[in-house]
């Protein structure tokens, strides 16, 4: 079994500590802030990766990010009530993008049902 080196126990299901993450962030109006994700289920989660390779191979290449390591990724989203950190997920779903209007502005009229 590894030692463990940062400090904190790892969760009961984790094998080892996270360490230093690859944190992805947005600009904000205080520099940037951590990007917050959904999980499969709907909950809110800080991501982190393991290694830029990672990071780049599921956000892209562009994404912003920052170092921290996961006590502090944690104790920064916990005021938010964010409760859970993901750390190299493989897969996430393209944020949606705006469609046009419910109802095309020339809408084709509809006759009325008539009773009888």
């Known amino acids: 079994m590894k030692d463990l080196v940062y400090g904190e126990d790892p969760e009961p299901w984790d094998r ?3 360490g230093l993450l690859f944190v992805p962030v947005r600009p ?3 520099r940037c802030a951590a990007r917050l994700f959904r ?4 909950g809110r989660t800080a ?3 393991t290694s830029l390779r ?6 892209g290449s562009g994404q912003t990010w920052i170092r921290l390591a996961d ?3 944690r104790a920064l989203v916990a005021p938010l009530g964010v409760t859970t ?8 779903a393209p944020a949606p993008t ?4 419910a109802v095309p502005d020339s809408a084709p009229t509809v006759p009325a049902l008539r009773a009888g």
Not at 39 to 42: C, N, R
Not at 98 to 101: E, S
């Open 28 to 30: 904000g109006p205080s």
């Open 54 to 59: 990672r990071l780049a191979g599921t956000l």
């Open 39 to 42: 999980t499969p289920l709907g």
């Open 85 to 92: 950190v993901t750390v190299d997920p493989r897969f996430t």
């Open 98 to 101: 705006p469609v046009g209007p």
């Open 71 to 73: 006590p502090a990724l």
């Open 16 to 18: 080892f500590p996270a």
């Open 47 to 49: 991501v982190g990766f």
